[in-house]
């Protein structure tokens, strides 16, 4: 689309046409009960003004916004048993305000937000067609403009993901596993950006349960560099269980969980490896580190201490006694202040983690950049939860 602020008589007509065919659309819905009846007469009144400040000044990009808001919500108005063509009409004329709106200041986030919405709506109503397929891209364009924007935005990060999950199980084979990852990055982002967004909590969940249900079907060696589909299920289950632990009464929650719970290593919520310095010397030299295993619950991480022979120790009827394993390094959770990457020089090479708690950093390596973001994740919805204080259902969850 041109944007030019000078228009010809036929350019100015048609202008006019397609105002008032948006007013015959708005005027065309009247809700499904009377409190959309009363909701629509709002939308009406409303569009009526923000038609006539177009038609005062058509450069006016915050009446064309507000405008293709109206249009957005009236098409929301339309029953959802109606067979007219109605809502579909109704938003594809919002994308066009919102084009027109983002034309005259490329710098509006919340309409190439609301935009994206919009598409993704008509995207819903075309199935896995073709069509759906190239309204789906067009949708996550305009959530990426949007967050380029305006990045410090959880729900557009989420509804990208949300978007590119929808376009993966549309495009080829070939294509879908390089958008499912991406659509994981965007929920990452999104749950980072807000620690207790449940809904990308949750979405993050299911795409990656998704992706291990492809991996499993595809079946072959699993590469190195590969996650495996155990792994993807366990992580999977990691995620819908801090959303159920966040939001318990959600029944979409609770359903997903009776699924994949176990999925999870109980009674803990994730096991791993992790490569930890020796017991009170953070700054040994990197040959002292020992990559050992770890395990974390609702109460903390702790790290697993394998008892060798000569730590055992003779019990009360002579015999040694095989129960010596304790934690070396222990985080309890209401003692974390944060937690992140980290690049100290300090470290052994790979993928630092750093905790920092009341009694001082503990620092921490993990095997690759994606197991260090599984477990930065894992540990930070461990303390949103108790943080919320829900730290008893993830108890009840992983303990039975």
């Known amino acids: 689309m041109t944007c030019s602020s000078q228009e010809s008589t036929q350019q100015h007509q048609q202008y006019m046409d397609q105002n008032n065919a948006a007013m015959d659309l708005i005027n065309s819905v009247t809700g499904v009960d009377e409190e959309g009846r009363a909701r629509q007469r ?19 990009y915050d009446a064309l916004y507000n405008w293709a808001l109206v249009l957005q919500e009236s098409a929301d108005n339309v029953s959802p048993e109606s067979s007219s063509p109605t809502k579909d009409a109704l938003l594809e004329e919002a994308c066009r305000k919102y084009d027109e709106a983002t034309c005259l200041c490329p710098t509006l986030h919340d309409a190439y937000y609301n935009w994206a919405i919009a598409i993704s709506d008509r995207a819903k109503m ?47 084979a070939r294509e879908k596993q390089t958008i499912v990852k991406t659509a994981i990055s965007k929920f990452r982002a999104a749950i980072q950006l807000q620690f207790d967004f449940h809904r ?10 998704g992706l291990a249900e492809d991996t499993s079907r595809i079946g072959g060696s699993i590469s190195a560099k590969e996650v495996s589909p155990d792994e993807l299920y366990s992580q999977s289950a990691i995620y819908i269980a801090a959303a159920h632990a966040l939001k318990p009464t959600y029944s979409v929650y609770t ?19 992790l490569t930890a310095p020796p017991a009170g010397s953070p700054v040994a030299p ?9 395990v974390l619950n609702q109460e903390g991480l702790y790290q697993v201490h394998k008892v060798e022979p000569k730590e055992m120790t003779p019990n009360l009827y002579g015999r040694e006694s095989m129960t010596a394993n304790k934690p070396v390094v222990k ?15 300090t470290l052994p090479p790979g993928a630092g983690l750093c905790i920092d708690t ?10 690759s950049w994606e197991s260090m973001d599984g477990w930065l994740d894992a540990i930070r919805l461990v303390y949103t939860i108790f943080a919320r204080g829900k730290s008893d259902v993830l108890a009840g969850i992983i303990a039975g």
């Open 42 to 60: 709002s939308l009406t009144f409303a569009a009526r003004r923000y038609a006539s400040a177009v038609e005062t000044n058509p450069e006016d």
């Open 126 to 172: 075309r199935g896995r067609t073709k069509e759906a397929e190239e309204l789906w891209k067009q949708a996550t364009r305009n959530y990426g403009k949007a967050v380029q924007l305006n990045w410090n935005s959880p729900q557009a990060l989420n509804n990208w993901g949300l978007a590119l999950q929808e376009l993966s199980a549309i495009v080829p």
């Open 200 to 209: 990308a909590i949750y979405n993050l969940g299911t795409v990656l349960y």
């Open 255 to 273: 359903s997903a969980l009776k699924l994949v719970r176990s999925m999870l290593p109980l009674p803990y919520l994730k096991v791993g490896y």
């Open 286 to 294: 990197h040959s002292d580190w020992k990559r050992t295993e770890f």
């Open 331 to 345: 985080v309890d959770i209401p003692d974390i202040v944060s937690v992140s990457a980290c690049a100290d020089l």
């Open 358 to 367: 009341n009694h001082g950093p503990v620092f921490l390596v993990a095997d």
